[in-house]
């Protein structure tokens, strides 16, 4: 009986070396990584932080990326945490409608076993029927290579299979987020997010089948085997640096004041000529930095003991500050607008504060070029399945290329996984399990990351105790990729904004001969009662500036991909789905980093699903060195529903979910900052037919730092097969960052190729007085997203 662990080439103390090979490597670049160690990266909400796939409702939102072809129903959603309550990780506004409370389902489609009406003899054994993993009976094949030669290792030597009559539920796999099967053709995903306070984000992914190819075969010792190979191609926009501003505006009126000294007199040289025995020093509006009101450069307009023309002299004579006549400036002028702040009358009311939050993103790409091959095997007893991915990825302006390099090489040369299987038994029924296909799609594979190697294999009985129900399957496999890690840095800084010009508010001097006055230049130094015929003026402006402060606080993100290796599997059932996972993500120390060297982590998480209606799902997942992407946690959410009548379309579903995020914080310049937060919450869907009417009520001050209490209400109607519409309204938030409407439209432009275009659009508020005082605003914003989904 072929083990149920992972096997190749028969033997599987192999799987085990390979695995603690690749292992050790990671670690020993872990080992050698740069010691010095930042705080951990953090980022403030944004909309890839929060998760649009626990926004979306299954029908106010219908996922635009999903394959038509994936008989996996559309996940129901999960209720989404909100943003976190720090005016610095205020979250922009999900541009998602609020969800139904529906968990996420792991389940991949349940399939009936399906009988092949055919027996492993001795004899020619005819091509199998109406199974995955093999062509029907009438299949057309290619001719043999060869008619006049039997090989005696096969009673049907390998045969290519049209690609109609191979279903790609079979062929089917995941990469980079993405269901790929033998049927894809081009798919193209783009779509793009704007908002008043935000540049543009544009994404992209295009992926392509370039070749495929599926061979069946019936080896001499009665053993079915089909083997599947595609290449794929892929381009992708992927997040690199982001800068999320949070600025607080106040008025203030700043004093200043303009000085103007001269000192002239007869030159030393006794030529009678007058001369100027000060440096000419300008700084006035033209040199001022517009934003900080600080001079950026001093204007030399004369030098110490430079000859006053008598047009100049007798300017300077003249009745004021004069520096000169016909071009020529003489002494020093000098303009200092800040020096301090003017303090508002007693009694005045408190300033008013206005704050505002924004974004500003710039992408970088992707490419890759992926081979999978696939080995399915079945002796009418049991069945086996190896399948084996490797992709040269290049992520442009990342800065871990030479490691990314190496790791991309490695993910080349890792071997096969091919499993073996014991010979068929003469007269045994060949009967394929799905749930084989099933659990090998369920594997729960590193988010957001590009895969580098995959490599594992699969085990699944073909009877069962029910004639009609599928046994359990299992499948475990080792992963290679490279996930992105983001690396924060805190800035601070401040401008002005001139509300009105400066206004004089005390002036006063004067000027004539006779002035005592002490001069020192570079340590030399003189008193101008020693100077012939000394003239001095000597002038100060007090000058009052109304401004608005603001002052910005930034954080600023940095996306790069590190290596990352996981091992992981899963036992699935007709109706339940375990999985367990470990892995680790690890700086090589190629460059300095903020990030720590190595985050490795274990999980596992269980889901039921009942046929009477109870569904339910629980989990954890654990970090060592965690960041805001990668926390520990729990989770465990729950639904019920309830049939309305005979259609089961009617109906409905009740549900409680919850999320505990233990260790999702780092500090930065003492300013707290979390991708998610913890939240509790219960709520109610009601379903008739295509409409679909829903509450959700999120509970506060039950998990530490999580989401306060709101209420929020949809609705969601399908008004042809093609067109659906839906909104959203938050009627009670005491979180600082809402959403308090929305709405979206959708509309499948091909159903057969699940292309389609969605448009969305929320409303935003984020209330500043929480955090400011009585006196500040309420932030209001709208964001408007569009995506298209598309397959040639």
Known sequence: MYSQLPAYSHNNYKL??????????????????????????????????????????????????????????????????????????????????????????????????????????????????????????????????????????????????????????????????????????????????????????????????????????????????????????????????????????????????????????????????????????????????????????????????????????????????????????????????????????????????????????????AVNYTRMNQDFATNGVESTLGRTIRSLNYVNGDRNQLVNALTNAIGQILPDFRPSIAPGKPGARIVVNPNLYRVASALRLPDNSLTVYQGGTGYAPSFGADPKVPPGASHQALWVGMSPVVEREYLRDYRYITLREPRIVANGGGEGGSLPVDVNLNNFGFNSSGLQNAYGQGYVTVLNRDVSRVDTDTIRQRTDYYPHISFTGAKLTENSLWRYYTGAIVNAGFEPKTTTNIKVYVGTDYAVVNPRGLSFNVGGIGYLNPDPEYSTQLFVNATQAIPLGANPRNNLTLGVNANYIIDGSITLQS??????????????????????????????????????????????????????????????????????????????????????????????????????????????????SVSLRYGF
Not at 710 to 733: C, E, H, M, Q, Y
């Open 16 to 365: 085990a070396c390979y695995c603690l090979t690749i292992a050790g490597w990671y670690f020993i670049l872990g080992g050698s990584a740069n010691a010095q160690s930042a705080p951990a990266a953090v980022q403030i909400n944004n909309e890839n932080s929060i998760a649009p796939e626990q926004l979306a409702s299954k029908n106010t939102n219908p996922d635009p990326t999903r394959d038509s072809r994936d008989n996996t129903p559309e996940q129901p959603a999960q209720l989404a945490p909100p943003v976190n309550p720090q005016i610095a990780q205020v979250a922009p506004i999900p541009t998602i409608i609020a969800p139904l409370l529906l968990p996420p389902s792991f389940l991949p489609p349940s399939l009936p076993i399906i009988p092949i009406n055919s027996v492993l003899t001795p004899e020619l054994l005819l091509p199998p029927n109406n199974t995955p993993a093999v062509a029907p009976i009438n299949a057309p094949i290619a001719p043999p290579q060869s008619t006049t030669v039997k090989d005696p290792r096969f009673i049907i030597a390998p045969q290519v299979l049209d690609p109609k009559v191979v279903d790609p539920f079979s062929t089917q796999f995941i990469l980079n987020g993405n269901k790929v099967s033998h049927f894809t053709t081009t798919v193209v995903t783009t779509g793009f997010e704007t908002g008043n306070f935000r540049n543009t984000d544009l994404s992209f992914d295009v992926y392509k089948l370039i070749g495929a190819k599926n061979v069946q075969s019936v080896t001499a010792d009665r053993v079915v085997r089909v083997n599947s190979t595609m290449d794929v191609v892929g381009i992708r926009s992927i997040a690199q640096h982001q800068d999320i501003d949070v600025s607080v505006a106040q008025p203030q009126t700043l004093l200043g004041f303009r000085q103007q000294i001269s000192l002239d007199a007869d030159c030393l040289d006794g030529s009678g000529r007058t001369c100027t025995f000060l440096p000419g020093l300008v700084i006035d509006e033209s040199v001022l930095d517009p934003n900080k009101l600080q001079p950026t450069s001093v204007k030399v307009t004369s030098q110490f003991g430079d000859v006053i023309s008598p047009a100049s002299v007798t300017a300077i004579r003249g009745d004021g500050f004069g520096g000169g006549a016909n071009g020529e400036k003489f002494g020093i002028d000098l303009t200092v607008p800040v020096v301090g702040v003017v303090a508002p009358p007693e009694g005045s009311p408190p300033p008013v504060l206005t704050g505002e939050r924004q974004e500003k993103f710039r992408t970088g790409v």
């Open 671 to 784: 300013l707290p900052i979390r991708s998610a937060q913890s939240f509790v919450n219960a709520g109610v869907a009601l379903n008739f037919g295509d409409i679909s009417i829903g509450g959700t009520q999120f509970f506060g001050n039950i998990l530490s730092e999580s989401v306060e209490n709101k209420t929020i209400f949809n609705l969601s109607w399908k008004v042809t097969d093609r067109f659906r519409v839906g909104g959203f309204v938050s009627a009670f938030d005491r979180n600082i960052s809402t959403n308090p409407f929305g709405a979206n439209i959708s509309y499948d432009l091909d159903p057969n190729s699940n292309s389609a275009i969605y448009l969305g659009w929320n409303a935003a508020e984020i209330d500043f007085r929480r955090t400011l005082g009585s006196t500040a605003n309420v932030y209001k914003d709208n964001t408007i």
